[in-house]
Structures are given as structure tokens and as C-alpha cells.
């Protein structure tokens, strides 16, 4: 599997390369099949409905064209992640500085992105199991969703997921690699760069070749 969070740290990186996440993401131990029967309610059910999803990409396989995995996805990473919440701490200081055309083009293209990043990554079943823990951690207004992406041969990969209510519903604003690598935190040194350098522009370009590099270049239209 690819990698799920960006560039940085390196060590993080190749951790990701070898094992993976999805993408945040996503009580009681909760495996694939439980899943499917009964999602738990509040902070967690967001997640769990995640890898539900996921599990059916990973099983739909890389014989499904690229293009068709994405819109099934897509929705159900919108109904997960607070995606504008995400990409403004993403850029930071610098989003109140752009105009809102801007706005709209960096969240369409960071989002196509988003989920390109999970259709690439989750594109192989080998006997993955999800689970989520039972105990919600609290932390001022948000709760932390726990859990663990078990792989066929043991290895884990531990994802906490910071759950904030919105008016939509619980989503998540960040994701913790083994409890302490934010992927917000990861998106916003790889971003600074770029909007330093080139400004939005850059950053936009950027994100788009990358999408265009996961989906092989298939077209996507949204």
C-alpha cells in the first residue's frame, strides 16, 4: 500500500509504505464483518461506517476501474472527515489570505486528492482487520476514536482519530499515527513549502499531479 499521510517524517513514510493506514480514518472491537451488522453510535460510527467502506474497496480490488472506486468512496470519506476543517489547519495562517475562488479550487482539488489517496492505498484485500476501540479518550470538545488496522500477517498500524460534533455530525479533523504523527500536522509542513514558494497556485498544481498520479490517469469529474 501507498502512503497514506504526506511526505514527512521519513521514518513515518516508510512505516506507511509497509504497512499503510486508510487515510485517517476511521464500542468493542469492531472487525469487518461486525461492522456491516451495527455501527456504535456517536463519535465512533463515522469511522466504523469508514472501514466498512473500505473493506468493500479492498475486496472490490484493482480490477475495478479506478474512476468507479473513487465515486463509491467519495461519500463516504465526506460523511467522515471534516474536509474544510482539515485543509484550512492544513494551510494555516495563509487560507485567510485567499481569495474565495481560491478557496473553492484548493478544497475541490485537496478533496479529489483525499480520496485518491484512499482508493490507491486500499486496493488489495489480504485478510486486513479493522477494530476500534471501545473507550472514547476525551480532550476539551472533541473525542478521540481509537483503533487498529490489523494486516493478515499481525502487523498493526494504530490510527486515532480526533472527532469533533459538527453540524453535519461527528467528523474527524485529524488523524494520529501510532497516537502522536499528525496527518495534519504532516500536510502543513509539505503545504508551507509549496505556498511559499509558488503560493496557491502551486499548491493546487501539486495536488492535482498527485491525483493524477494515483488514479493512472483516469478521469475524474468531482
Not at 476501474?65 to 460523511?79: L, T
Amino acid at each position: 500500500m501507498a502512503r497514506m499521510f504526506a511526505s514527512h517524517p521519513a521514518s513515518a513514510g516508510r512505516r506507511l509504505h509497509r504497512r499503510h493506514l486508510l487515510c485517517l480514518a476511521l464500542a468493542g472491537a469492531v472487525t469487518p464483518g461486525l461492522v456491516h451488522a451495527t455501527a456504535p453510535p456517536g463519535p465512533a460510527a463515522p469511522i466504523a461506517a469508514l472501514y466498512a467502506a473500505l473493506e468493500a474497496l479492498m475486496r472490490a480490488g484493482a480490477g475495478t476501474p479506478f474512476r468507479q472506486r473513487f465515486h463509491r468512496i467519495a461519500p463516504v470519506i465526506d460523511g467522515t472527515l471534516d474536509l474544510p476543517t482539515i485543509l484550512r489547519s492544513s494551510v494555516g495562517a495563509r487560507w485567510t489570505t485567499l481569495d474565495a475562488a481560491t478557496q473553492v479550487a484548493l478544497h475541490k482539488a485537496f478533496r479529489r486528492f483525499t480520496v485518491a489517496t484512499y482508493v490507491a492505498n486500499f486496493d488489495k484485500y489480504d485478510g486486513e482487520r479493522f477494530e476500534l476501540s471501545p473507550t472514547l479518550r476525551q480532550v476539551g470538545a472533541e473525542q478521540v476514536v481509537q483503533s487498529r488496522i490489523i494486516q493478515g500477517n499481525g502487523e498493526q498500524i494504530r490510527l486515532d482519530y480526533i472527532m469533533r460534533q459538527t453540524d453535519a455530525g461527528w467528523r474527524a479533523v485529524d488523524i494520529l499515527l501510532d497516537g502522536a504523527i499528525s496527518r495534519v500536522a504532516v500536510q502543513h509542513s509539505d503545504f508551507r513549502a509549496l505556498l511559499r514558494d509558488g503560493g496557491a497556485t502551486a499548491l493546487i498544481a501539486s495536488l492535482e499531479q498527485k491525483t493524477a498520479d494515483l488514479a493512472g490517469g483516469s478521469m475524474l469529474d468531482s
